[in-house]
């Protein structure tokens, strides 16, 4: 499928997938996960302008989590744990749910917000480069998560691909980057993301052994399960 022209002139590198209005419908249906913590990890996205998936794309991580009974669940890239708090309430007290971040500063504030939530104990947060912190961790996992730099999508998805178990997903978040992957003339953020956000997505609608999927919520979140052998 040809690629489409840019909405706007004003506004030529933002398509937005959804309209906002829906969006805003949606929003309005979960209020009722309003948790105090969820509330202060949203206020302080908004004071920093730090990129968190929000509350309909958490909720939708927490969904899906539960949806095949994850209990081993691996992040590509944390924050300071706002999308591990909605897979940390999906794993339940028996789960784990492997954090990564390069900035330690990061792990405090996850600590502070998740033990407030009643959450920490299912986590095990390692400060450094994702990658290098997944080729150090043992084992397979029911969820592979990325959000980590969008240059790296298409290695982080060669490297988990074989990490998840029969069953299990590869979700990833930021797919259509704010509508530069369906916009012919674009300006990226940093050069090469978009090329390589374009090449992931298409890797894995490629590979046989996945079947996947992308939900247009926000900005975007492929979901690829793993078929049974």
């Not at 829906?22 to 929003?27: H, P």
């Not at 959450?119 to 959000?147: H, P, S």
Request: hydrophobic share 40%.
């Amino acid at each position: 499928m040809a690629k489409i022209q840019s909405p706007t002139v004003e506004n030529p590198n933002v398509l937005l997938p959804v309209n906002p209005a829906i969006e805003k419908y949606m929003r309005g249906l979960v209020k009722q996960t309003d948790h105090p913590v969820l509330l202060e990890m949203e206020d302080l996205a908004k004071q920093k302008n730090f990129p968190i998936v929000d509350r309909l794309v958490g909720t939708c991580l927490e969904v899906l989590a539960k949806m095949i009974n994850a209990k081993r669940i691996f992040e590509f890239g944390s924050g300071y744990g706002y999308s591990a708090f909605w897979f940390a309430r999906a794993v339940g007290t028996e789960g784990k749910v492997v954090c990564t971040d390069n900035n330690a500063a990061n792990k405090i504030k996850a600590k502070q917000y998740l033990s407030a939530a009643g959450l920490w104990d299912r986590i095990d947060f390692k400060v450094g480069y994702a990658q290098e912190v997944f080729l150090q961790t043992d084992g397979m996992f029911d969820i592979c998560y990325n959000d980590a730099d969008k240059g790296e999508y298409p290695n982080v998805w060669q490297m988990a691909r074989g990490r998840i178990r029969p069953g299990g997903l590869y979700i990833a978040d930021n797919v259509l980057w704010h509508g530069r992957v369906a916009v012919e003339n674009f300006t990226d953020i940093v050069s090469g993301w978009t090329e390589a956000i374009l090449t992931h997505n298409q890797l894995i609608f490629d590979d046989p052994e996945f079947d996947a999927f992308i939900n247009p919520t926000r900005d975007g979140v492929i979901v690829a399960r793993r078929k049974m052998a």
